[in-house]
């Protein structure tokens, strides 16, 4: 179930099925509200379109936006200013988890990632954001 104060998801993969499954995790699993956008230019119009999420779900690895870039952009616009971010990534060395921790993540989920404890990840992580 979803941790209070924590509803609205913005989920930002470029790959249909994984963001057909995160859906699914999401939303039948877990009780949030997903909004999927398939590259970083789709998020940012979301924003620009007055979707203000809880938390921001980034892909790294895209194309012409990766996911650090897409936060970047997210991070010049007033309502995801300060939006807490986790990176889902198949890349999770030591030195590329430092990375995304000090682009300011809460946490990063390796891919392939459980649907069924997706959910239970993100609360964890919201729990542990302050």
Known sequence: MAESGLKHILYVE????????????FEIVGGFELNCCASGMDALQQIRNGYVPDLLLLDVMMPVMDGPTTLFELRKMAP???TPVVFMTAKVQSVELEYYRNLGALGVIAKPFDPMTLSDQI?????RRQ
């Open 123 to 127: 609360n964890e992580m919201w729990a």
């Open 80 to 82: 995801t200013a300060n």
């Open 14 to 25: 470029d790959d249909p099925d994984i963001r057909t499954v995160a859906k699914i995790s």
